[in-house]
């Protein structure tokens, strides 16, 4: 085995160890995990930090449309797509993730394939798909380009993929240096951010792209103290007042809309 290929197997591990142990969003709540509280404040506040995501994503499409969550964590969007009628699979690096996944379909009534695999090799044919979702993930994989490319490889002539990045030139990466607070997730083993270029750069495979800058400031229920009161009482409120046109490029989010 090369040094080069046990370097990637060395750092696949160490994403598989970090994720297993620090499921998205989990301080956010303080109901019984896996209960149906717990699911019910995962999505509440999912969509509250990215309300964006509603008017952005395709939750509902044709009947029986197939769907990938890349990186599906434990399935707060994975059930919207199948509630809207998709054939829908989500795949995460977390066996624990994929647990809660399960269990969260269960409770919500509605089917989805879960599938514990490796973002850098989907198990999936080409063009199986007719929409790939990779949210909150690039970022955080071994090698990027890998797993964009194989977003690509998997959708079907006409498909589209929804790729989300975070944004290096943000109100937030500018914050967490003057706030000395760290990005959450700031210790995961990778974490990349990505400015416009850099980001079109990774994209290139595809046949179109289309970039949207999201992520404004909300009231965050994962920081308190003297920090977290001058975020929710002024920063919030004094950001979000400004004209959007004037802060739109510095949107916490880089998301792209891509065909093949």
């Known amino acids: 085995m090369s040094d080069a290929v046990a370097s990637d197997l060395h750092q696949a591990r160490r994403v598989r160890a970090y994720w297993d142990a620090h499921i998205h969003d989990l301080a956010i709540t303080r109901h ?3 209960s149906p509280g717990f699911f019910a404040d995962l999505d509440e ?3 509250e930090k990215l309300h964006h995501l509603r008017r952005l994503v395709e939750f509902d499409g044709p009947e029986g449309r197939r769907v990938l969550d890349v990186g599906c964590g434990t399935g707060v969007d994975l059930v919207h797509f199948a509630r809207g009628g998709a054939a829908a699979i989500g795949i995460d690096v977390s066996e624990a993730a994929i647990r809660l996944a399960a269990a969260n379909l269960g409770l919500q009534r509605v089917a989805a394939h879960l599938v514990v695999g ?3 090799a989907l198990p999936f044919a080409d063009a199986t798909f007719d929409y790939v979702f990779a949210h909150g993930v690039v970022q955080y994989t071994a090698d990027d380009r890998r797993l964009v490319e194989e ?3 998997m959708l079907k002539p006409g498909g589209k993929a929804f ?3 975070y944004n290096r030139v943000s109100w937030l990466s500018a914050l967490s240096r003057v706030m000395r607070v760290d990005l959450e997730h700031a210790d995961a083993p990778v ?3 990505y400015t416009h270029a850099s980001f079109r750069r990774l994209l290139d495979g595809f ?3 289309h970039l949207v800058t999201e992520r404004f400031p909300v009231k965050s229920r994962l920081h308190g103290g003297w920090k977290g009161a001058l975020f929710n009482g002024l920063f919030v409120e004094a950001f979000n007042a400004l004209p959007r046109r004037w802060v739109s490029r ?3 989010h880089l998301i792209a809309i891509c065909a093949r």
């Open 191 to 193: 974490l990349r951010t």
């Open 151 to 153: 977003c690509r490889r």
């Open 32 to 34: 019984e995990v896996g």
């Open 163 to 165: 790729v989300q990045v």
């Open 118 to 120: 490796d973002d850098q």
């Open 207 to 209: 046949s179109r792209v």
């Open 45 to 47: 506040y999912h969509f």
């Open 250 to 252: 510095f949107g916490w």
